[in-house]
């Protein structure tokens, strides 16, 4: 019960949250002049020529609260401008890219989460033991390899001297014929769960096959850190009473450890954990520019190098709202762990 | 009386990285049956490590090196040797015979579980056997019942939930608790188990005075106060009848007034239950309220053991006099005890207590004290107890 009211407040807000969120970037925007951001939503170059009739159109001359009036609706009806480099909506865009990164991010949040966490609370339990030495040795050379060097490294060896075996790229040449044939409905975008949808093993082989060392590189580098973290946090709740009161009692270490260590070791893992999730679902640029793996990462980049200003913002408004959801789970998952969230109570 | 536990040679040392703390030295301790053994000393003296050793609970860089701890489980078996036992027979000794009660009951309880959780987790562990039965006692219980409809449809289930606790019953070892604890449906075939275990929870909070049990049980340790949250803890020391009971401090960190109230109901509880208990203060007169033993610590080892009484009205080794001069008195001005507590890293040699002892004389400084009985039951190390008194103890 506790927990409802918890999730109600919480639900709550998020409100003022998402509207200081969409004040910040507005305010961002308000740093151009009006001209410049009619730029945001021209589409065709000709169109500059009557500028004046697009600033008339979507107010941009009008005092600041009229202008964010304008503004928040047009993005809740999808128009967040046009993104100048990929030549579309900002909105199709994103949903074009998106797709690609959430890819990534679906093989590599929970190898990185739970593995992380693993690894942290074996190499916790069994400390100054070998296989705490182990991980520790892997977690800084994972946490200290820069990414493009591992990432070129990796497709050195399996792209060049395996001539082939993981490729960089979404799919294949032939296998993106495929799927964009007309036999082949993409009902997600994301291939893997299009492919077996469409029963089409091949195409499911093929993205996979992709998906290998962009995964492991950001599993290397990730998994590193939370393992630290979940292997700190471990030991230090191991150290807490509650743990000698378990022992104590008679229970056996195994359930010492992941039943009284664990779930109190995991609160501060949960907050770095999201973030995590959050930041490979925003992009991840050096990996996809490596891999010339086309994802939000790669197209954000694309934008600021190229000053697409429309493209920029609403990278900003989707990684803004990204976030808020984010913590929002965040929050609720540390509501259903610690009872002194839900129910309200000293943190110690 | 019987001895319940016997300490022998006990030594504990710490591997640290500026070197070897030698934290018990040595110690030999008796502790009968039902008797209430109070340990005494000041901060650091190795008070809580007896206690973890008994328990065999020091971890790592600590290393108990030598002794023997001889505990008696049942009247008449033999007695056996808790540190040479295997880890498995340890783990069925902790909770169940011997039982232990932290200094701070806001740590001792794990905050992400319910006290009625963390209570029914040691009867779930040590008392199975009767949980069954009296799941089997409740199962046959509803199956005779009255035949209206619910009973019809839930009977089947009911049959196959008796039949797997019967199971249990006959082999405790069966594998079949762990495989239907295994399969998620199946899994609430033991939720009896929990639902009974719960229930002697709630029943065990009661007895330690906690008002409104049913509801407490459902709480979370940091909604309790300080000194419901001792009575938690020490419902789930008790909840399996240990016949041995630590208190490591169990008061010290509660208000005056909690403090006596806990005292109180460790006196009845102890009483009730004819166990021994072993408890831990640096407050003598809180020892003397609720000790019938007393053995005063220091520096690793114990330096006098005497019947509470004749302690505080005859004590005769040189710190014991120290250590109760510097309880305050009313009227009077309490002498703190010169010197400082030895570092552990680097004890004097001999009779640890020489830097800072008034009557030291040459083979102190070389010798360390055996420990001798000087009148019945009052046992003490000292190379030069005679003399302030006359010799008159002895
Ligand atoms: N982790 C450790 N590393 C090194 N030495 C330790 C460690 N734990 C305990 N010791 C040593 O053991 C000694 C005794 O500790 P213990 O906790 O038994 O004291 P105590 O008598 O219970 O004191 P207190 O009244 O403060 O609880 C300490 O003085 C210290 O030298
Ligand atoms: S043995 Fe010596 S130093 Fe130790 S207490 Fe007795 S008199 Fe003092
Ligand atoms: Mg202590």
Redesign the pocket.
Known sequence: MELRAYIVRRLLLIIPVLFGVTLLIFGLLQLFSPVERAALYVTDPKQFANIAEVIEKYGLDQPVWVQYGHWITEIFQGNLGWSKVVSQPVTSAMLNFLPATLELAIFATPLIIFGGIFLGSKAAAHKDKAIDHATRLGAIVGWSLPTFWLGLMLLMVFYGLFSGLFPPERLSTEMNIVVHSEAFTQYTKLHIIDAILNGNGRVLLDSLRHLVLPVITLTVVNLAFIMRLMRSSMLEALGKGYILTARAKGLDENTVVSKHARRNALIPVLTVSGYIFAGLVNGVVITETIFNYKGLGWWAWQSAVNLDISGVLGFALFNGVLFVFTNLVVDLLYARIDPRVRLGGKVT | MNELLIIRNLTVK?Y?YDGV?Q?LDNLDLDIKQEETFGLV?E????????ALSILRLISP??RIESGSICFNIDDGDEPIDLLAIGEEEIRAIRGSKISMIF?EPSSALNPVYTIGDQVSEVILLHRRQELVNKAIETITALLAGRNSLVNILANPMRLAERSLYQKIAQNPHSLWPRIVGRIPIMRRLLQRLKDEAKKMAISMLKEVEIPDSERVAQQYPHQLSGGMEQRAVIAMALACSPSFLIA??PTTSLDVTIQDQILELLRRLKSERESSVLY?T?DLGVAAQICDRIGV?YAGSLCEIARVDDLYANPLHPYTKALLAAVPKPGEEPHAIGGTVPD?LNLPSGCRFHPRCSRAIGMCREHVPPMHELASGHFIACHNYQGETGGSSC
Do not use: S, Y
């Open positions: 710490f640290t703390v934290a000393g901060t650091g003296c190795g008070k809580t490590l007896t860089p600590g200094q490591d401090e831990i640096h610590m552990p």
